[in-house]
């Protein structure tokens, strides 16, 4: 993952991510340059810094809200962290949604419909990605999902 987000780095991508342990760290550790790290809230991780956008906006809990299949149930902790994941897929205004989505995933979800309990709360950015028509790439699905990434990014350059 860190050797990912350093190529896309080179290749002009911002990275969006979430702070949270695990993927969303590695590709910030491995990103050299432009990226936004949307926390749920203040001290997050005890994450702060330029690149740190704090507290999902209202309209990224109602997004949040419209995506997650049991919203209600969920306590504010949580409804933050889906929050926050409006943003990491919609960006800043929610208007500006990303390339692609690169995760990682035990049962290497690439879809609303494949979301299950066992693809955690990264199934909340999946199933807003698929609604908006953003490709999603597992990375748990090793190597087809490496050719997968590599064939999206040439997409874009040409």
Not at 23 to 41: M, N, R, V
Not at 59 to 71: D, G, K, Q
């Amino acid at each position: 993952m860190r050797k990912i987000a350093h190529r896309l780095s080179e290749l002009g991508y911002t990275l969006l991510s979430g702070g949270a342990a695990g993927a969303d760290s590695a590709f910030e550790e491995g990103c050299f340059g432009k990226k936004k790290i949307y926390l749920p809230w203040p001290g997050f991780r005890h994450l702060q810094g330029r690149h740190c956008v704090t507290l999902p906006s209202a309209e990224a809990y109602r997004v949040a809200e419209a995506i997650h299949p049991t919203w209600k149930r969920l306590n504010d902790t949580a409804q933050a962290l889906m929050a926050r994941n409006s943003h990491q897929v919609l960006g800043t205004d929610l208007r500006s949604p990303v390339d692609f989505v690169v995760c990682w995933t035990p049962d290497n979800c690439e879809s609303e419909a494949t979301r299950s309990r066992n693809t955690g709360g990264t199934g909340q950015a999946i199933a807003l990605a698929n609604r908006w028509g953003i490709p999603v790439v597992n990375l748990a699905g090793g190597k087809v999902a490496m050719n997968r990434m590599a064939e999206l990014v040439m997409r874009e350059a040409a």
